[in-house]
């Protein structure tokens, strides 16, 4: 079946760095969305950012564009979220997700639809 696994959570200080990773298996079909979503205690769960997994397409929210980038690297089947200049407010869980996507991957700039989720890494920036 479909897994998600991610890694590389952790502690660190206001303007460090950070990459996760998401381990993807079981996939049953070919042209799939990947995104990564946070959640912070209290408040909604966010998307973040969304790559095909032909890699041609990504997508950023304002927010995070210039600071986060999203990859992957396919002979791996894994998919990362390299975060820089972090601040105390990143602090939250973060969570790969994954969808189907039509071939040309257009539903990859959406961070609607996703329904395969991970268990979360968590991640903690002190000021």
């Known amino acids: 079946q479909v897994q998600l696994v991610e890694s590389g959570g952790g502690s660190v200080e206001a303007g460090g760095s950070l990459r996760l990773s998401c381990a993807a298996s079981?996939?049953?079909?070919?042209?799939?969305?990947f995104g990564w979503f946070r959640q912070a205690p209290g408040k909604e769960r966010e998307g973040l950012a969304g790559i095909h997994s032909s890699g041609d397409i990504t997508y950023y929210i304002a927010s995070v564009k210039g600071r986060f980038t999203i990859s992957q690297d396919n002979a791996k089947n894994t998919v990362y979220l390299q975060m820089n200049s972090l601040k105390p407010e990143d602090t939250a869980m973060y969570y790969c997700?994954?969808?189907?996507?039509?071939?040309?991957?257009?539903?990859?700039?959406?961070?609607?639809?996703?329904?395969?989720w991970g268990q979360g890494t968590q991640v903690t920036v002190s000021s």
């Open positions: 079981g996939f049953p079909y070919r042209s799939i969305c």
């Open positions: 997700a994954a969808k189907p996507s039509s071939s040309d991957g257009s539903d990859c700039y959406s961070l609607n639809f996703y329904n395969k």
